[in-house]
């Protein structure tokens, strides 16, 4: 086994299994970690909510699209894959 098979097998077997959250897409079900980032710089305060994980179980969706992740619907905003996971900018509607 690769360097980067045994990395990606420990991101899939030991750090995602923390991982609690269900997007639901339609009929697809996506396993993550919601968070929200806040940024803070002179007069610009914002906040974004990102779903993250595995970049390998993260479908390609287009932008719009709608998720339900614990009850509450979001709707997709842009995908900022970092190495081996995947995170989803998304909007609280």
């Given at each position: 086994?690769?360097?980067?098979?045994?990395l990606?097998?420990?991101?899939?077997?030991?750090f995602?299994?923390?991982?609690?959250?269900?997007?639901?897409?339609?009929e697809?079900q996506?396993?993550?970690?919601?968070?929200?980032?806040n940024?803070?710089?002179?007069?610009?305060?914002?906040h974004?909510?990102?779903?993250s994980?595995?970049?390998?179980?993260?479908?390609?969706i287009?932008?719009?699209?709608?998720?339900?992740?614990?009850?509450?619907?979001?709707v997709?905003v842009t995908?900022?894959?970092r190495?081996?996971?995947?995170?989803w900018?998304?909007e609280?509607?």
């Amino acid at each position: 086994m690769s360097f980067s098979d045994d990395l990606q097998n420990d991101l899939d077997n030991v750090f995602f299994a923390d991982f609690q959250n269900t997007a639901s897409i339609g009929e697809l079900q996506v396993v993550g970690y919601l968070s929200t980032n806040n940024h803070q710089f002179l007069d610009l305060d914002t906040h974004q909510h990102v779903f993250s994980g595995p970049l390998s179980q993260f479908p390609s969706i287009k932008r719009d699209t709608t998720l339900v992740i614990g009850g509450k619907r979001y709707v997709f905003v842009t995908a900022r894959p970092r190495g081996q996971t995947q995170n989803w900018i998304i909007e609280l509607q």
